[in-house]
């Protein structure tokens, strides 16, 4: 399994920064074009679950422990609820993100709240997809090569 | 181009689209290999991306592409894996019920396109009422340039709070089923009871 798929191996490599970059860029720009945090999330975990099918899981989960991705999992959710939460603390509403900022006259307090719900987003959303992928992934160890 | 050419050209984008749709959809229903189906399955949400983009839904279209195109696709396949490559044939019998029920459904689903709406209607339920007042208070009240993004994560924030917790949760019932021994490297489960289990 060491130089085999030698163009795939190759082409998952130039391609994997630019798959991270492109979800880093859909993540933070939801607010002025297309996307958001789940499409994000689903891009960034794609670029990992790529990377699992042509180098192998074992690769992969030296890269992204699944350990790390169970803590993702919940800090993704609990960042979300954790700024709704902090929107009440500061005498707003839940998820009232104009309480973030409300001197502002422009709605940053918005723009704050929505950026910071969508990274939770994100993260949750990424971390849920590669931990579905290793378990389903995980059950056999290698694709056989017939199976190709 | 006129403006005619234009709505011409949409058209036949549409009508193309819709039936290489239909076409991918009949194919994935006759076919009994399972890779095959897996691979159309992508396709058929390729598609359907492309013909979100052609009615101008960019953050539907998106979502379909890299949720339904891809996630969706390698997860089908790592299902597939772990079952056989061929789904086991079926006695084709004709059941004239089955046929009764299948014609009556489409002859009420057709019936019921009667009554909607034109493609892009401004009076259309959907462009009236919420959609509307979206559509004019977001300026003012989120200033977001994308209305989406502000009635999904603004508006409706509570409402992807519960999306979010849906999707751990998915990911919470996976490990559940698959996950005895995988979440520690693939760790063989046994479920015959011996000495090294029990300690």
């Known amino acids: 399994m060491s130089i085999e798929h030698l163009i795939l191996r190759v ?87 104009d309480a973030i900022d409300p001197a502002s006259t422009h709605h940053a307090g918005q723009h704050w709240g929505i950026l910071l719900v969508e990274f939770g987003v994100g993260m949750a959303v990424a971390s849920t997809m590669m931990m579905i992928f290793y378990h389903f992934a995980g059950r056999e160890p290698e694709i056989r090569d017939e199976d190709w | 181009m006129t403006g005619a050419e234009i709505a011409n050209a949409g058209l036949l984008i549409d009508l193309s689209l819709l039936t290489m749709l ?104 959907a462009n009236s009422y919420m959609g509307e007042v979206y559509v004019e208070r977001t300026a003012k009240e989120i200033a977001v340039p994308n209305i989406v993004t502000a009635v999904l994560a603004s508006y409706r924030g509570f409402d992807t709070l519960g999306e979010t917790m849906v999707i751990f949760t998915a990911g919470l019932g996976v490990i559940l089923l698959l996950g005895a021994g995988s979440a520690r490297g693939g760790r063989e489960v046994s479920d015959v009871e011996d000495e090294d289990a029990k300690s």
């Open chain 1, 11 to 97: 082409v998952i490599k130039i391609m994997f920064a630019p798959i991270l970059l492109f979800a880093l860029y859909v993540q933070f720009h939801g607010d002025y074009g297309p996307g958001g945090g789940f499409q994000a999330g689903v891009i960034f975990a794609v670029g990992f679950i790529l990377h699992a099918l042509i180098m192998g899981l074992d690769e992969t989960k030296r890269v992204m422990p699944i350990g790390v991705l169970k803590w993702l999992m919940v800090i993704g959710f609990l960042f979300y609820a954790g700024t709704g939460v902090a929107t009440m603390l500061l005498g707003g509403n839940l998820l009232g993100y």
């Open chain 2, 22 to 125: 239909v076409l991918v959809a009949y194919v994935m229903v006759r076919s009994r290999q399972l890779f095959a189906i897996v691979m159309l399955s992508g396709i058929y949400s390729l598609l359907s991306a492309a013909f979100f983009v052609s009615l101008d839904a960019v953050d539907v279209a998106f979502t379909e592409a890299a949720v339904g195109a891809g996630v969706s696709t390698v997860l089908m396949l790592g299902a597939m894996l772990l079952t056989t490559r061929r789904e086991k044939p079926i006695i084709a019998g004709r059941s004239p019920v089955a046929m009764l029920v299948a014609v009556l459904v489409g002859a009420a689903l057709i019936y019921a396109t009667l009554d909607m709406p034109a493609f892009g209607d401004a009076a259309s339920p």
